[in-house]
């Protein structure tokens, strides 16, 4: 079956404009994540789904980060006003339960870039 | 921060040799996991080993955890050109992956 999706592949913006990132996760995964991976890092946890619920979002790093999810599949995560500091690659992923022991999915993640 | 530190932060080997990478980790895990990243792709899940194993195989690969020193190797053998990736360990509990740094290997023809 089809994996994780993720839409843009690359966005290239200006600085102050609002984006929107789509994933498509695994039909059937209740569970949904976002990382943010730096040029060379390691993956900064963001938000996690449980479901349309958002149970833990310690990792949104500003109120200018929000994210949803709808029919427990699709989810967006919206950046607005965004700043150079905000280039990076946007990954998410997906996994069958919600407990930290299941394998995460990935999509191959948006590469945003802020002008 | 980062729970785990991977060890080294680049390796370059020969097609044929084995690639030797660690985690090291600050808290107690329930399990840790371990995900390769191809350039420009994401990531993609190889082995997991839960806090009561000490030692996991999965075809070319052989992982080993020990609890009490906190830390995990991941063995890859006979590496081929293919194997050139990053190299993430994670550590998970509860609903949320906390990633180290990741090891670069380049495996030379």
């Known amino acids: 079956g089809a994996g994780v999706s993720q839409s843009p592949s690359n966005k290239v913006t200006e600085k102050g404009k609002d984006v929107e990132l789509r994933c498509d996760p695994i039909s059937g995964h209740t569970a949904l994540y976002w990382y943010r991976q730096s040029l060379g890092q390691g993956l900064e946890f963001l938000i996690y789904f449980q479901g349309n619920s958002a149970p833990d979002k310690s990792g949104l790093p500003s109120d200018r980060f929000s994210a949803e999810r709808t029919g427990g599949s699709v989810s967006t995560l919206t950046i607005q006003r965004t700043q150079q500091e905000d280039s990076a690659v946007y990954l998410c992923?997906?996994?069958?339960?919600?407990?930290?022991?299941?394998?995460?999915?990935f999509g191959d993640g948006t590469r945003l870039s802020i002008l | 921060s980062q729970q785990g530190e991977e060890d080294p932060q680049a390796l370059s080997i020969q097609e044929g040799e084995n690639a030797t990478m660690n985690c090291s980790y600050k808290?107690?895990?329930?399990?840790l996991q371990w995900y390769r990243q191809n350039s420009g792709r994401g990531l993609v899940h190889l082995i997991l080993?839960?806090?009561?194993?000490r030692e996991k195989h999965s075809g070319r690969l052989r992982v080993t955890l020990d609890t009490s020193k906190k830390s995990s190797s991941l063995l890859i053998t006979a590496s081929r050109a293919a194997d050139t990736a990053s190299y993430f360990c994670?550590?998970?509990?509860?609903?949320?992956?906390?990633f180290g740094t990741g090891t670069q290997l380049k495996v030379e023809l």
């Open positions: 808290t107690s895990i329930n399990n």
């Open positions: 994670a550590t998970g509990g509860g609903n949320k992956l906390t």
């Open positions: 080993i839960r806090s009561n194993e």
């Open positions: 992923a997906s996994s069958l339960a919600r407990e930290g022991n299941q394998p995460q999915h």
